[in-house]
């Protein structure tokens, strides 16, 4: 499969591709086949690696250095063709790089892409751990059962969680269907709801109690921050998190979780979307900082 040792393809920091002696792989997918008002997101894996060359590689909070660790960037092997794939293909074809991540024995970091590219990721760290939680930093709900004639469009992502037997904690949240709305009302569900946690901290307590002891996969649709701080995504929803209402709360995750994989969707470059490029980047080695460094739990 081909990996950014292609002089075409950014590596991750700037780095040097360790191959298959990564720590860690950071896996593209390069897809934006049923998103539904901005495009662009199939472009937010070359964009974020390019951006990440001029991310410095001393976490300044944790004190990590990244250059401690060896990463590996992998594309699908036919780019073109995977952009044109109905949905359930994609989420196959993610599913079985994912499943050659994990039997390497390394660390998968995803970067979409729509976030229908989440659930092959999901579906590969499932099968080793029957008892994955799921944090969803997102705007949107994306719990319904199907839309616009695919289960695996972007809009129903929690719905396939939810379906797997996985528990989730959705994160600043902001936009909802009817139909979303009455089934979070009948299952009980708890949406943390941005207008109710943006600038607090006191509800990282209760996601820690249904989290912790559980095996947790983390992720994060670049939507769920506000429009000010992402604009470069498909559906910049209003109101939504700061940059440290996410970092905080990953910091916290990474501190008393077992965080087995991640993925970072719907970054969906424009012009003069550097910001966007650069936050998603920074994110990026936040999240392997936070997750993954040494005295971290570990999968």
Not at 244 to 257: E, K, N, P, S
Request: proline residues 6%; negative net charge; glycine residues 8%.
């Amino acid at each position: 499969m081909p990996t950014s040792n292609t002089p075409s393809l950014p590596t991750f920091l700037g780095l040097p591709d360790a191959g298959e002696s990564a720590d860690l792989a950071i896996v593209c997918a390069p897809y934006d086949l049923t998103s539904t008002y901005g495009k662009g997101a199939d472009t937010g894996p070359h964009a974020l690696l390019t951006a990440s060359r001029s991310v410095e590689t001393w976490e300044e909070e944790t004190g990590f250095d990244l250059e401690s660790m060896r990463y590996s960037v992998r594309w699908p092997e036919d780019s073109a063709g995977f952009r044109q794939l109905a949905p359930e293909a994609m989420v196959q074809a993610m599913q079985s790089l994912h499943e050659q991540v994990l039997d390497a024995g390394q660390i998968g970091l995803g970067l979409g892409g729509e976030h229908s590219i989440t659930y092959g990721q999901f579906a590969a760290l499932k099968e080793r751990h029957p008892d994955l939680s799921v944090l969803q930093i997102d705007a949107h709900l994306d719990l319904r059962d199907s839309y616009e004639g695919s289960r695996h469009n972007h809009a129903c992502i929690a719905a396939r969680f939810l379906e797997d037997g996985a528990d989730i904690v959705q994160v600043g949240t902001r936009s909802c269907s009817r139909e979303e709305a009455e089934l979070v009302e009948r299952q009980g569900l708890t949406p943390y709801w941005a207008r109710h946690i943006t600038g607090r901290v006191a509800y990282h307590r209760e996601i820690l109690e249904r989290l912790a002891g559980h095996p947790v996969f983390v992720t994060v649709d670049l939507d769920g921050f506000d429009p000010s701080v992402v604009p470069a995504t498909g559906t910049p929803e209003p109101g939504g998190l700061t940059w440290f209402d996410v970092t905080r709360l990953l910091a916290m995750i990474g501190r008393h979780c077992n965080v087995v994989g991640a993925d970072i969707t719907e970054l969906a470059p424009h012009d003069n979307s550097r910001t966007s490029e650069f936050l998603a980047a920074r994110l990026a080695s936040k999240m392997i900082a936070y997750f993954w460094a040494p005295g971290r739990p570990q999968s």
